[in-house]
């Protein structure tokens, strides 16, 4: 749904003028449907002031081609960014615009619309869905496809992660703990499934756990992860943490990608309990180690009387480390966002994209070539390691010399998932502040890619539209064109 219990969807704490910005898109998301219409009736063939400057959410909107078709109508992208600009919400996928997606399973909606022989990949819409993403958001194909690319300087993509092995049978399960030395005996272990999410399958295996990670009641039929787990993470409030990012693959060929620039931390419910403190049965417990929302809802009877204070904004995390005395006290939040955070989640997304790109570019996934219209908007999960704090007490380091160091600041973010139709429900004040602009501006950087695409434009400097995203990769050449233009595109769409 759009929005939680504490907010009525009628009367959203929503103040669009904050991100509509341009004359035309206030005068379309101030105005009523009723005084819209009429609006859009006299300027639809006349100079519309403003137009030129506007994004294409709003040039749409004029011009009547402010259509979509979207697989649940009470997702979060109908509130905030198409229904403001009093786009209309069409019964036929092929009289939109943009088509939506609100979970990858609602393919098989889209294609009732098709003959059964119908390949999805051959279709060429506008639609949030990549063929073979699962590359990037399957725990099993996120090792296997990091594994394939090499970090200049580091090695294997996977030091992005903390040290994991896949497991696709008992056989390999139970060579896999033979195999342990010191080193692993040593470590908690996680224990993930595949296609699983918001929190599922999850279970943690610290030394003297009496119950081994190997059974024959495991599904091995898509393959476990293990993986280590941080044993020193950064507390806030003494509560776990991670943080969400979010970032968008607008073009798959040529590849280019975004990221915002802002998103939200997520706290654990209890506080955390230190390996050197703790017993098993802390391991039993999700409300200090699982930090999914639905776990954390689940497990809570209470979630909502203290729901406000499991998501901060990233603001959280540097007035945590100044309070500590480890960043500069005349260092702003903002500058130790942009100029410590932002790179090192820069270069993680650069690298999990490098290395999914074969992929997603590979003539079975991409049917389409340069004509191909996909879109996708992914989140990513990461976890720091509180170095400073296990250097502090002595302990040694266990996790290897992977995942990538935040300075100043003495933590080390390591990616725990790249998650797929990243949850977009209004249901926090946090999330209110980052969601509506970043899938507002996501949309218009959509539709540009798109128009550039169909007019046979130049993509290279796309670039600078952008406000709060930034380009982590751009393929495309000053000289790129759509090689095959699209069936039913051909021609002049200046106007349209």
Known sequence: GVVGADYDADDLPIDFSVYTTGTLARNITSSDTTDFAAFQRENAESHVPGYGEAGRLAQYAVDGRGTYWISNSDSALSTVAFDPYKWVHVKYPWDATVIYLTRKSHVSFLMMYHDEDDDVRDVPYLVNRIEKSSCLTDKVKLQDTLSTYTIEGRGKGTLFQTPSVVLRSLKECKNFLDSWGPVERARTWVHKLAAESQGNGIAFFPPGSEEPPCSDASDYSDGIVMQAHIDYPLVLSGKKSEI???????SVEPLIVILYNRGQVRLATHDYVPPHNSSLEHWDNPLVHILNTRQQKNANPDYKKTSDERKRAWDALPQELRAQGRIPADMTDDQWINQALLPVINSTVYSLARAAQPILQSSSANHL???NRRFELFGLDVIFEDVAWRDAIGVENNLGDGGSMVEPGGIKAWVTEAQVGPGLSLDHPTKIEVVPPMLTEMMNVVLEVDYRRINQL???????MLENFAVVI??????????TPLEGTEGDHSEL
């Open 244 to 250: 969400r990012a979010y970032w968008v693959i607008v």
């Open 369 to 371: 070539g340069s004509a």
């Open 458 to 464: 130049p993509l290279h400097d796309i670039g600078d």
């Open 474 to 483: 751009n393929d495309a050449t000053p000289e790129w064109r759509m090689q």
